[in-house]
């Protein structure tokens, strides 16, 4: 199709999977399950279904709308961009191989659990925002509330803001470069035994809880308490509290 393409099913699903379709212009769709795939990029326009499974071989534009149920997103390698905000009732899955992943429209809304593989992601939510399974070079999520880190990988720099929800996880994280954890006035637990923040933590929040399985370099502090484990503790800077402190571990100061 050589411009834009409108598919409206009243209701019923589309399915528009053939290995050698090619929308060169926006797609736009309504209908209730929805699959397409494109033989090369990919970019879609006004949602307004059920569940959309899209599937690109370049880069893919996700478009604006509502997605009542789950979204799967497979780019084969290229670049996840939106053009709008999206409300997504169910799970998300943004699979980008090794390009980035940049789904920062202030407006989001994901429901479910948001699975993210691939190059430098950024997600954002409105709301609450809860991550599920990570392995991705780098990681910026936003939330408006509570702000859940999920489990898996981050291959650099881990950047969470919660604006004031807290912030938690669901399984060990591995992250390479440097962590930045602002939760505002909320808590920060980060407990899970399997945790490995590889280079400096930066925390800011209420009460901040954090563990790793090998040494944890703290950065930058802000927070009303602290619970730190580890093998060994680093402290680049004097930490004040108005709540109490522990650390588990070899404490090495001005590390």
Do not use: K
Request: aromatic share 2%; net charge negative; charged share 10%.
């Amino acid at each position: 199709v050589g411009g834009n393409a409108d598919f409206d099913a009243s209701g019923g699903n589309i399915t528009l999977t053939d290995a050698g379709n090619d929308f060169v212009g926006a797609v736009s769709l309504r209908g209730a399950a929805v699959s397409i795939s494109d033989r090369s990029a990919l970019s879609l326009a006004a949602l307004e279904v059920g569940a959309l499974n899209a599937r690109s071989v370049g880069a893919l534009g996700l478009g604006n709308g509502s997605i009542a149920g789950a979204l799967v997103a497979s780019s084969g390698g290229g670049a996840i961009t939106q053009a709008g905000a999206l409300s997504v009732g169910g799970a998300s899955s943004i699979d980008a191989g090794t390009g980035a992943i940049t789904l920062s429209n202030a407006g989001n809304d994901f429901g479910g659990a948001v699975h993210l593989s691939g190059g430098a992601a950024v997600v954002r939510d409105a709301n609450a925002l809860q991550l599920g399974t990570l392995d991705v070079a780098g990681l910026t999520a936003t939330s408006g509330g509570a702000l859940s880190l999920g489990s898996g990988q981050v291959g650099g720099n881990l950047v969470a803001t919660s604006q004031g929800g807290g912030i938690t996880q669901a399984g060990a994280l591995s992250v390479a470069g440097t962590s930045s954890i602002d939760a505002g006035a909320g808590n920060i637990t980060l407990t899970n035994a399997g945790n490995d923040f590889v280079g400096a933590v930066d925390l800011a929040g209420g009460a901040a809880v954090v563990r790793d399985a090998n040494a944890l370099q703290l950065g930058a502090l802000d927070a009303t308490s602290l619970h730190a484990t580890a093998t060994t503790i680093g402290l680049a800077t004097d930490v004040t509290t108005s709540g109490d402190q522990t650390y588990n571990g070899v404490l090495v100061l001005d590390a």
